[in-house]
């Protein structure tokens, strides 16, 4: 069995589309990441996402709070959780443009 590595990122960038995500109760949110930068001494997996879009899942409330939509511009603490899954932070998503 593989261990995870417990790993942090900030990212920020636009928010391209919002869909039902694969995940109970969450949004899957692509965003064209912008600037990414490291998180405390966490490890950083996303340092080379700058101007690539990348799946978000997002908690479905946290994102309707937020009032996550296409054009956003958006702030996220963000982690993968796998080799394909990433997932942000629920206390530590912004929208930046409002």
């Known amino acids: 069995m593989v261990k995870g590595v417990e790993n942090w990122a900030e990212i920020s960038g636009v928010v391209q589309e919002v869909r039902e995500a694969e995940i109970e109760g969450h949004l899957s949110v692509g965003i064209l990441v912008n600037d990414v930068s490291s998180f405390q001494s966490f490890p950083n997996f996303f340092e080379d996402e700058a101007g690539k879009v990348i799946e978000v899942n997002v908690p479905r409330d946290v994102a309707e709070a937020a009032a996550l939509q296409p ?6 603490r963000v982690r993968k959780g796998g080799l394909t899954s990433v997932f942000a932070h629920p206390e530590h998503v912004e929208r930046m443009d409002s």
């Not at 054009?71 to 996220?76: E, K, Q, R, Y």
């Open 71 to 76: 054009g956003a511009v958006v702030s996220c």
